[in-house]
Structure formats: structure tokens, C-alpha cells
């Protein structure tokens, strides 16, 4: 009766690890925000929203109309702190614009966040005291995406903004 009580604890420990064992093959294709996983060319694909009726009249980035961004380049050069965003659209009176800025990561609170400053016209990043924060929400090899929080009638909405790695 032992045996057989041991050999029954023993199948039924074989099973649980099989069972607990990853599958080969498997991957985990997001990956955590760093300047490394977000260097490279950007182009926003698509642009949408939580909390907001679609097709808002919306400012962003104190720049342009959010439809303005669709189609824009966003260039984040490898181990610089210097990039830039180009506005290539003229659709719905859109004017197109290169803007240098200066990014970074941020992380708090286990949120991690692109953070940029536009700079230009001889003005140092460090005299430029406005800024802005988008949370990028997924991440992995050629897709990213920044959730960006916006004021709209006294509530807190928010722009999704989907990029394709160019």
C-alpha cells in the first residue's frame, strides 16, 4: 500500500510540473519602455479616444489639430536625447512642420511615460519649462502605443495614439 501511495504522489507531482512548464515557442512580445526599445523612426498610424466623442476639435501638443499628427514622423535617435516629430498632413487645413524636441523615459509608480520638450530658435531644453508626458501603454518590436491625457468640457479624456516602427 505504501508503494502504491508513492507512486501515485509521484505521477501526480510529474503532472503538476508538465502542467506548470512553458511552452517552447512561447514569446512575450511586449517589452518595457527604455530609450533602447523606443530609439528608431516613428509613424502614427492611428489616432483614437476614451472619454472623448470621436472627432473632437482638439489641440495637441499646443501644435495642431489631433488630425494634424496622423501620418506623423516621429524620430528618436539612437543614444541622443535630440529627436524630432514632422507633421506631413494637410488635410482639414493642416500645415506641415518639423519640430525638434528633447525626450526621455519616465517611470513612476510602475507607469513609464515618453516624456519630450519642443525646442528650437536657439533655445536651450534646459530655458524650455513646458512639457509633456504620454504613457506608453504596449510596446514591443514594431508597434507602440502613447495614451495622452487631455482636458475636454472639465473632464479628464484621453488620445490613443498607434505607432508603427518605420
Not at 507633421?87 to 482639414?92: R, V
Not at 513612476?108 to 513646458?130: D, H, R, S, Y
Not at 518590436?141 to 505607432?163: F, H, S
Request: aromatic content about 10%; overall charge positive.
Amino acid at each position: 500500500m505504501k508503494h502504491l501511495t508513492l507512486a501515485a504522489l509521484c505521477l501526480l507531482a510529474s503532472l503538476f510540473t508538465i502542467s506548470c512548464k512553458t511552452q517552447s515557442g512561447a514569446t512575450d512580445t511586449s517589452m518595457s519602455a527604455s530609450k533602447g526599445s523606443v530609439k528608431g523612426n516613428w509613424i502614427v498610424t492611428d489616432i483614437s479616444f476614451e472619454g472623448i466623442p470621436q472627432h473632437s476639435k482638439i489641440t495637441v501638443f499646443d501644435q495642431a489639430s489631433y488630425s494634424c499628427f496622423k501620418g506623423s514622423q516621429w524620430v528618436f535617435p539612437n543614444n541622443e536625447t535630440n529627436g524630432s516629430f514632422t507633421l506631413t498632413s494637410t488635410d482639414d487645413g493642416c500645415s506641415t512642420a518639423a519640430q525638434p524636441i528633447v525626450w526621455s523615459i519616465y517611470k513612476a509608480g510602475g507607469v513609464q511615460m515618453l516624456q519630450f520638450k519642443k525646442i528650437g530658435g536657439g533655445v536651450k531644453a534646459k530655458n524650455v519649462t513646458e512639457g509633456y508626458r504620454l504613457e506608453i501603454s504596449s510596446l514591443n518590436k514594431t508597434t507602440m502605443v502613447w495614451r495622452a491625457a487631455v482636458n475636454y468640457e472639465d473632464k479628464t479624456g484621453y488620445i490613443i495614439y498607434t505607432l508603427q516602427r518605420s
